[in-house]
């Protein structure tokens, strides 16, 4: 179960300062609920996968 910071504290910080572990939570959240997901929700789903693809190449 996932024991990190919640989605407000998240939402003040840039996804760089996202851990793995509150990216790959959020990731499978909100892929979960895409299709009921509005334009905000979209965007955020987007930067973490933006987030996640970038650490990948390092």
Request: hydrophobic content about 35%; cysteine-free.
């Amino acid at each position: 179960m996932y024991k990190g910071r919640d989605m407000t504290a998240l939402s003040m910080m840039g996804k760089t300062d996202w851990d793995k572990q509150e990216l790959t939570y959020f990731h499978h959240a909100l892929t979960q609920i895409l299709p009921y997901l509005n334009e905000e929700g979209t965007t955020i789903l987007r930067e973490i996968n933006a987030e996640m693809h970038n650490r990948s190449k390092l």
